[in-house]
């Protein structure tokens, strides 16, 4: 089948045939349907982190089962499902803890290398994020999907795997945001576009929106944006302090720069929390003014927005159905796997929200 592989940090995705294993008794053969392109992709591709090469990426998909191992009970063949990195084991501390994004289980979660379910030409390639979507077929664990209802479009669902999940996960499970509350987003991306979402989703009265890339500011309204701000023009902290009477009481940092962190915690009031989304490369420091803890700030992680699955991913399909969730803006384009490093030129020059592969036929 024809996947694009990484076969060298810094380089273009090359598009190859690779051979797929049968599936084992807990997995499960899909048929790709669609899959978006996430910074954290390009982070890898770039070699901020250092995986096993080649190897095959993309974790924001949908698919339809083709063929499910022996001990699959609850899939079948036809069926329509999200994937997500966040693939969990079910029986370990984080997960009986319910922190299903933690799982730490390396039999279920593989590291990338471990896995021996890709090969081309005899030799083994990565699969990574225990998914590579980047590719026709996925051959996965079980727990690495959810099955989705029939009518919701495969193309739109596969965003809900990764920058949905996580951007609206760090709004209701990780900050916890209440109606009524303020709160600023730093970084309009996928990721940052569905935190907005979820603000307003969650009722917040005011929603500021940064980025540096107009056309992204445009956009956030679309997803529920009440203000905005373009980085570039002045100081982003004291604007967002003058617009909210004092600072946010939620912040979001969806990039994953230093100086964006420092600015999410710094532009809190009183009492205020800044969840960090962004992905930092190993080594990287940020800096915070000791003494503001004792205005009782706080500042968190967040993996995947904390999600736990099997319950997220049929909610989002919902509030997405009913017209509450918006999907539709956030695919700025639909392109073939044989475009896939256009899109991530595309990404890296900060034009579109998300591109997405979709794979012809399938799901249809
Ligand atoms: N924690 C998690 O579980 C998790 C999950 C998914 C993605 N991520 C990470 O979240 C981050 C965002 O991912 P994405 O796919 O939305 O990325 P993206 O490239 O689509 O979006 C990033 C946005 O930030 C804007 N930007 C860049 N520098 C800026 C600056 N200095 N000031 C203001 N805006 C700036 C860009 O214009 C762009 O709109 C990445 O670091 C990604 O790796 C983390
Ligand atoms: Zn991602
Ligand atoms: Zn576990």
Redesign the pocket.
């Known amino acids: 089948m024809r996947a694009a592989v990484l076969e060298e940090f810094g380089q273009p995705l090359v598009l190859r045939d690779l051979a797929v294993a049968d599936p084992g008794p807990h997995e499960v053969l899909l048929h790709t349907a669609a899959v978006g392109l ?3 992709d390009l ?1 890898y591709m770039q070699g901020m982190r250092k995986i096993p090469l080649p190897g095959v990426l993309g974790h924001e998909v949908s698919g339809v089962v083709a063929a499910v191992g022996a001990q699959v009970r609850d899939l079948q063949p036809g069926d329509h499902v999200v994937g997500a990195l966040s693939v969990f084991c079910g029986m370990c501390h984080q997960c009986l803890g319910g922190r299903f994004a933690l799982c730490m289980d390396t039999e279920v979660k593989q590291p990338p290398g471990q896995a021996r379910r890709l090969a081309h030409g005899g030799r083994p390639v990565s699969q990574v994020f225990n998914l590579s979507g980047f590719a026709a077929q996925m051959l996965v664990h079980r727990n690495a999907l959810v099955r989705i209802r029939k009518d919701m479009p495969l193309d739109r669902a596969a965003l809900l795997g ?2 949905v999940i ?1 951007g609206t996960g760090a709004v209701f499970r990780n900050a916890q945001v209440p109606a009524g509350a303020s709160v600023a987003v ?7 576009l569905a935190a907005v979402n979820g603000a307003a989703i969650a009722g917040a009265a005011r929603i500021v929106a ?4 107009p056309a ?1 500011l445009a956009l956030a309204r679309r997803f529920g944006a009440t203000e905005t701000l373009l ?1 570039s023009e002045g100081d982003v902290v004291a604007r967002v302090q003058e617009l909210t009477q004092g600072g946010v009481e939620y912040s979001f940092e ?4 230093p ?2 962190l420092e600015q999410c915690f710094r532009m809190l009031q009183p009492g205020g929390t800044a969840t960090i ?3 930092f490369g190993p080594g990287v420091k940020a800096s915070i003014e000791g003494s503001e803890f004792f205005l009782e700030k706080k500042i968190r992680g ?3 927005g904390s999600a736990r699955i099997r319950e997220d991913i049929p909610r989002l399909v919902e509030l997405y159905l009913q017209g509450r969730l918006n999907l539709d803006d956030m695919v700025s384009r639909r392109i073939r796997l044989d475009d896939i490093n256009e899109g991530f030129a595309a ?1 890296a020059r ?1 034009e579109v ?1 998300r591109s997405v592969v979709v794979f012809d036929g399938v799901g249809a």
């Open positions: 996430c910074h954290s982070h990764c920058a996580t730093v970084g309009c991306g996928g990721v940052g940064i980025d540096n890339v992204k980085a969806c990039i994953g720069l100086a964006t989304v962004g992905l967040s993996a995947l990404m900060g929200a």
